[in-house]
Structures are given as structure tokens and as C-alpha cells.
């Protein structure tokens, strides 16, 4: 069969990218690296209701083996939905001595929109333009305005719950009606307002429907059932993923192929003309290789993938891979910071049931250099968290509270704020490619090389030591000490927003991609991953991919119709 375009990946990006392109008529094949997850069927969410968390535990002693990044998910990786999380030892990577990564994955149909925390932020004007401002990096090629139409089309269409709020350095978007803050949520929120009049405390604004609008239902989509069974997949498709929203639509066209199970290693290049001619992939179970062909490639692996892709299409006009004349593929691996959740008991509200079963916590925005100036660290960070009756919140702020037992309603309220700091483009922490070792399907392994920076550090140093202080003007007792937490910063990949190594820019010779995702080099590849991020903002980025990721393929789909491409 003849494709007009093939996307390599099916998770958030991937499944937007998808989506955009089918409904401009193109036919799309799509390349999913892990195996194929039907939308309910083969969700884990019903077996999750019948355990317990205690009792639903990978061993330790294979999740030292496959899941050392356990950490980073306790509160997300379970026996029972092992299979969205891919594991280390089948999939290895390479780290440099003294600086760890946790590179966190979910290698099946949908991606880690299965499992993902569905924060969404739009960023801000100035998040397009600090590169500029403060020299760390290159300019990004686009401004807000360029993606502010797209910002609308993503969130009419996945669903986004939140509050008008009003803050100029977080916008407003077309929400579905806001989550609540509990009761002592709103207690905090006074009282943190008051003595902080430059901060504010907001509901997070999540993927989620609060409400159904017709486009969801069309889909067959639900209104959230606060189960809070999201991390095992929600039959209900109440949360935004793949499987839930952008592969139906693409189907509904009639223009979408799927092959699971092939691993895209490489993008072919055409020697005469110089421009790619398809993508060459491995079957992850038989180990057979198969090239297919298309007059587009989307690249939507995640952006450590995305750059291994790159690196490895090596050719005679392209040496050092795809695209990669600037040498900036793989370059400029961000995530963000945070360091160890600070935490305090809240005295009172003794009568008061917490239902634990919100699915959203609450979220202060960025204030340094927007609201406050004078700071010892450029960018700045948010701070997530909420209020809950268990000790064991830090759980919660990342994901679902612990519920182990019915004694819950009767523990003492905690709250606990954990900051989201930008990192800085460095290009010096990158992704690069093994000479020695190879995985099991001949692919060269990746090499993360990263490390946080003096910036992150002070910064961290900061948010610990004013999440203490708004703790302690809420009302808060027995808060943990600031200064240990700030010195404990999750390692790089912790967060799961990894993003960077083939960064937009206006100049070819310090960027990979355009300010449309389109190579700079290969004007038929485009990029709409992480991987094309120019800096990392504060905000959770996954409502900035699917904006680029419409955006881009409906430019390509615009280029293919006038024969530009």
C-alpha cells in the first residue's frame, strides 16, 4: 500500500500528529515500537479495583533488574499494569559515571498517554522569548501567538478541566469546568494569598473530563468517574490518550494504518534527490527488517528516541546523521527539577472525609521573575501538591493517594507542595550513540550524558526553602526541614518531560528543525516530539506537543497539497 506519510510513535505527539494528518486526507501509516493495547480491553483497570497497593507490588528484585527507575513511578508502577512501563534490562541505555538518568518509558500502543499524570498548561509569552533574553540557548522561532490558535484546537478536542484564573504568565484556555479544592485546600489558599500577595494557588488544570462536550462523545468518550484508577488505563476514555481520542479519530477517516511491534531504527534517504524516502524498521518479535516508503516522516519516538533515529541515519549526505549538519541532534536534553516534597501535618478538620479520589491536586504558579524579581537563578518553577488525610501524600501530589487501608479517613490532614523547576539548554548534556554495545535488535544503544547545572541547584534551594515558608504560613506543623530537601534533586529524566535534542531555531547551523518542526536539512521529516523543544518552560509540556504536533502536520499537509514537498 502507498502512504503519503508515516509517524513513528503512537503516544501523545504521535497519535495528535496522526489524527491532524488523516483528517487532511493523507494515508498514514503509523509505527508503534511495543505492542498493541486495545482501548479497554486490555486495561488493567478493573483488576487494580480488586487489589490492594500492598498487594499489587513488583518484587523488588525485578524492579532492581528492569524498573531501578521505580522511584520515579512508586506511585504509578504496579504487577498489575507492568506492561506500560518498559523495562531497562530488555531495553538498555548507557549512563556516564556520576551522573545518573532515569529514563522512563512505556513502550506499547498509546505510549505513556496511558499512564501519564495529564497535567496541561499552556506556556506563556515569555517562555518563547527567555532564550532571547537571558543567551541561554538559541531564540525560539515562533511566539506564542504563532501557537495560541493551535493551543484551542488541542484543547477543544482533548478535554482540558480548569478554572478562568486570570494569571498573564499562565493563559487561560477553552476549559471544561474546574475540579474543586477541598476544604482545606481553600483554607491553605487564603491564608498563603495573604501572606504571599504575589503568589497564587489554583486547581490544576488536568486532561480530564469534568464535563462531555460532543466531540467526546462522538468518540464514545465519558465523563470522569473519579475511580482514580488512571494509571491502569481508563476504560471510560474520560482522560485524554491515544486510545481514548486521536487514534479513533484517525480511524474514523479511514486513512490511518497501524503496525505494532516494528522498530524504527533508522529514516532512508534517497541518494539521488537527498531527501528521505521512508523509515527502515525491525520486528520487535521475529527480528525482520522492512523499509516502507512515504513522501512524509513524522518523527514521534519521545525525544531520546527521536535523536537515536537521527543519529543512526547515517548516509554520504548525511554523515553524522539526519539532519544533524548544526552537530545539535542529541544536543540540549532538558527535563525539569524538583526536589524532595515538603510536607506538613495540618491541625484540624478532624470531621472532615477526604474522598482521596480528585483527579487533579492544586498548582502555584511561577512567580519568580514574573510576580517577583531579584532571584539567584534565571527561569523559575511551579509548585504541585494538595491537601489530603494520609502521611503518605508525597504519593499523592505524584500521582493517586495511598489507600491501603480504611483507616485512612482517620489520619491527621497533611498538605505538600513539590516545586517543577526549568532546566536550561545545555549542550553539553546530550544523547549520543554507542560504539560498542548494540541491543538485541542490532541497534546501537543510546548514551545519556546530563547533569543538573549550578541554575537548577539554587533554584531548588529556593523552592524548598518557600514551600516551607508558605507551609508555615498556612498553618502547617511538623514540616520537614527545607534545607535537606532542597539539597535533593530528582535526577534528570525523573520528571518524565524529557525534551530538546533537535531543537527549532532560526539558523541551520545551530538547530535542527524550523518553526515548524520541519528539518532544516530534510524538508519531508518533521519532528513534533519533545524533541524539537527549544527550552523547557516550568509548565508540564504535553499540552505544547500536541499544539506543535497539529500545527506541524497540518503545515506539512498544507506543503504536500501545494507541491512544495
Known amino acids: 500500500m502507498q502512504f503519503d506519510a508515516i509517524v513513528v510513535g503512537s503516544g501523545i505527539s504521535g497519535g495528535w500528529a496522526a489524527k491532524e494528518l488523516c483528517e487532511r486526507g493523507l494515508k498514514v501509516l503509523m509505527l508503534e515500537r511495543g505492542p498493541n493495547i486495545e482501548h479497554g480491553a486490555d486495561y488493567s483497570h478493573d483488576l487494580a479495583a480488586q487489589l490492594r497497593r500492598r498487594d499489587d507490588q513488583v518484587p523488588l528484585e525485578e524492579r532492581q533488574l528492569h524498573y531501578p527507575y521505580y522511584d520515579g513511578v512508586a506511585y504509578a508502577l504496579f504487577e498489575s499494569n507492568r506492561k506500560f512501563w518498559a523495562s531497562d534490562h530488555d531495553y538498555p541505555y548507557e549512563t556516564v559515571p556520576g551522573k545518573p538518568y532515569r529514563w522512563i518509558r512505556g513502550y506499547q500502543l498509546g505510549g505513556r498517554s496511558l499512564t501519564w499524570w495529564r497535567q496541561s498548561y499552556r506556556w506563556a509569552p515569555a517562555d518563547f522569548e527567555s532564550n532571547l533574553k537571558d543567551g541561554h ?20 478536542f482533548a478535554g482540558i478541566s480548569g478554572n478562568y484564573d486570570e494569571i498573564p504568565h499562565l493563559p487561560d484556555g477553552d476549559f471544561l469546568p474546574p475540579y474543586e479544592l477541598n476544604c482545606v485546600e481553600e483554607a491553605i489558599r487564603e491564608k498563603i494569598e ?14 480530564q473530563l469534568s464535563r462531555v462536550t460532543k466531540v467526546h462523545q462522538d468518540l464514545g468518550r465519558k465523563r470522569c468517574e473519579q475511580r482514580m484508577r488512571c494509571v491502569h488505563g481508563c476504560p471510560l476514555g474520560s482522560y485524554f490518550s491515544s486510545q481514548a481520542a486521536t487514534l479513533p479519530a484517525a480511524k474514523n477517516t479511514g486513512n490511518l494504518t497501524i503496525l505494532t511491534d516494528m522498530i524504527v531504527q533508522s529514516v532512508e534517504v534517497d541518494a539521488k534527490s537527498g531527501r528521505a524516502s521512508g523509515v527502515r524498521a525491525v520486528n520487535r518479535l521475529t527480528k525482520q527488517a522492512q523499509t516502507y516508503e512515504a513522501q512524509l516522516v513524522f518523527l514521534n519516538a519521545s525525544a531520546i ?29 532538558m527535563d525539569h527539577v524538583s526536589c ?8 484540624g478538620f478532624d470531621d472532615v472525609h477526604d474522598p482521596a479520589d480528585r483527579p487533579t491536586g492544586i498548582y502555584i504558579p511561577r512567580y519568580a521573575h514574573t510576580t517577583e524579581g531579584d532571584k539567584p537563578y534565571l527561569r523559575g518553577f511551579g509548585m504541585q501538591g494538595g491537601a489530603g488525610r494520609t ?14 487501608d480504611d483507616e485512612i479517613g482517620r489520619k491527621p490532614w497533611s498538605f505538600s507542595l513539590v516545586p517543577f523547576g526549568e532546566v536550561l539548554p545545555d549542550p553539553n548534556n546530550r544523547v549520543t550513540l554507542s560504539r560498542t554495545r548494540v541491543d538485541q535488535w542490532d541497534m546501537p544503544v543510546p548514551v545519556i550524558d546530563c547533569a543538573h547545572g549550578k541554575n537548577e541547584y539554587a533554584m531548588m534551594r ?38 530538546g535534542t533537535a531543537r527549532m531555531g532560526r539558523d541551520p547551523k545551530t538547530s535542527v528543525l524550523n518553526g515548524w518542526g520541519q528539518a532544516h536539512e530534510a524538508p519531508n521529516v518533521f519532528v513534533s516530539d519533545g524533541a524539537a523543544m527549544t527550552s523547557s518552560a516550568n509548565m508540564n509540556p504535553s499540552l505544547t506537543y500536541m499544539a506543535l504536533a497539529a500545527r506541524a502536520a497540518n503545515r506539512a499537509a498544507d506543503l504536500l497539497q501545494e507541491g512544495a514537498l
Not at 477 to 487: K, L
Request: aromatic share 6%; glycine share 8%; net charge negative.
Open 305 to 333: 528516541n527521536t535523536a537515536v533515529i537521527l543519529l543512526n541515519s547515517v548516509s554520504d549526505a548525511f554523515p553524522r546523521g539526519l539532519a544533524n549538519g548544526s552537530d545539535q541532534v542529541g544536543r540540549n536534553l
Open 340 to 347: 524532595k516534597a515538603i510536607v506538613g501535618r495540618y491541625p
Open 194 to 207: 495573604a501572606a504571599f500577595p504575589t503568589r497564587r494557588m489554583i486547581i490544576g488544570r488536568a486532561a
Open 391 to 404: 502521611r503518605r501524600i508525597e504519593a499523592r501530589v505524584l500521582g493517586g493517594a495511598e489507600r491501603e
Open 462 to 499: 529556593e523552592a524548598a526553602r518557600d514551600a516551607a515558608e508558605m507551609l508555615r504560613a498556612a498553618g502547617c506543623v511538623d514540616i520537614n526541614a527545607w534545607e535537606e530537601a532542597g539539597e535533593q534533586l530528582t535526577p534528570p529524566g525523573d520528571r518524565i518531560h524529557e525534551m
Open 137 to 156: 540557548g538559541v531564540d525560539w522561532p515562533i511566539r506564542y501567538d504563532d501557537l495560541a490558535p493551535w493551543y484551542d484546537h488541542a484543547e477543544a
